[in-house]
């Protein structure tokens, strides 16, 4: 099991790598808890890249093992969701 931290550093590490590989024009966002998601400049591939990126480096989709959907408004709502769905 991932603590909170390392789960969170875990997530902006995959966000910045596929961040710069599909907006290499852009400067990287500064992420905070309050963080708008929608607002880093990421677009829903981009997303889709960083959900798979995740699930290879910490080894579960939690979007994907959810009985409910559920849509994390901000950088802090996105980690606390990972941290709270661990297998």
């Known amino acids: 099991m ?7 550093s875990k997530i902006e590490s995959a966000l910045i790598e596929v961040f710069e ?4 024009d852009k400067p990287v966002p500064n992420l905070e808890a309050d963080t708008i998601l929608l607002e880093t400049g990421l677009d829903s591939l981009g997303f889709a890249v960083l ?3 995740l699930e ?3 080894g579960y ?4 093992e959810a009985e409910e959907a559920y ?3 901000t950088f802090g709502e996105f980690v606390e ?3 709270r769905m661990q297998p």
């Open 71 to 73: 849509y994390p408004q």
């Open 56 to 58: 290879d480096g910490l």
């Open 61 to 64: 989709d939690p979007f994907a």
């Open 2 to 8: 991932f603590s909170r931290d390392e789960i969170r």
């Open 51 to 53: 959900i798979v990126e």
């Open 81 to 83: 969701y990972f941290f």
């Open 21 to 24: 590989e599909r907006c290499p």
